[in-house]
């Protein structure tokens, strides 16, 4: 509410920093990321140029899956977004070197029983890699940052993944969230029971990322 009704010169004191909607600041985290890595460069955990599009999965697992597996996405859920999202691509947009990049994290006991899991649900897709690892993925990050230089963000219930959309100036898709899920034309709906979503309006978001990228290219970022 107060973001919505901002006005300038008057100070706002919030007893509770975790608002729903950060979608009228959310050029200002954007812009000061960019001003973050410029001074900090980070490197992604892919390669980034004309032609690639990188996709990255973020699949939530080690700080909740074994507690509250209600709060992440089940491996089902990103077998079936995946799989229509290459479809997608590969019918609309077959010039593209489609990359999609997994994330997830464990706790070193766990991390042989995350590798057997994902391995068993995502071995027909076409996943570039898995990236793994024993905690969750700093800000400051190569892991967080390439979340955030992708082209697409398929997002798990997180807030990290959020923060990252909202950081992002690719696509993002994502089920409805404790947050705002709908800033912008950037991203996309999924349905939360049904996992799907408008192919024609993800063949339009694509579209319109591909000429924006033109005028930034993520390389600036990389």
């Known amino acids: 509410r107060i973001r919505e009704e901002f006005k300038p010169g008057i100070l706002y004191l919030v007893d509770h920093g975790d608002l729903f909607n950060h979608c009228p600041s959310n050029f200002l985290?954007?812009?000061?990321y960019i001003a973050t890595r410029k001074a900090q460069p980070v490197q992604a955990r892919f390669p980034i140029g004309e032609g690639v599009f990188n996709i990255v999965v973020h699949v939530r697992r080690g700080d909740v899956y074994s507690t509250?597996?209600?709060?992440v996405h089940d491996n089902a859920f990103f077998v079936k977004v995946i799989s229509a999202v290459h479809q997608a691509l590969h019918e609309h947009f077959p010039e593209?070197?489609?990359?999609?990049?997994?994330?997830?994290?464990?706790h070193p006991r766990s991390m042989s029983r995350l590798k057997i899991d994902?391995?068993?649900?995502?071995?027909?897709?076409?996943?570039?890699?898995?990236?793994?690892?024993?905690a969750t993925t700093p800000m400051g990050s190569s892991g967080f940052h390439s979340w955030i230089v992708s082209d697409l963000l398929i997002m798990d219930?997180?807030?990290?993944?959020?923060?990252?959309?909202?950081?992002?100036?690719?696509?993002?898709?994502?089920?409805?969230?404790?947050?705002?899920?709908?800033?912008?034309?950037?991203?996309i709906s999924i349905d939360d029971e049904t996992s799907t979503f408008s192919?024609?309006?993800?063949?339009?978001?694509?579209?319109?990322?591909?000429?924006?990228?033109?005028?930034?290219p993520p390389q600036l970022l990389k």
């Open 29 to 32: 985290w954007t812009e000061q």
């Open 68 to 71: 509250h597996a209600d709060r």
């Open 96 to 106: 593209l070197s489609v990359q999609t990049h997994m994330f997830s994290s464990a």
């Open 118 to 134: 994902l391995s068993r649900s995502f071995g027909g897709l076409n996943i570039t890699k898995m990236h793994l690892d024993q």
């Open 157 to 187: 219930r997180s807030r990290f993944s959020h923060l990252a959309g909202l950081f992002s100036r690719g696509l993002k898709m994502t089920t409805p969230f404790r947050y705002s899920t709908s800033c912008d034309d950037t991203w």
């Open 199 to 216: 192919v024609d309006k993800f063949k339009s978001a694509v579209e319109r990322h591909l000429e924006r990228r033109r005028d930034f």
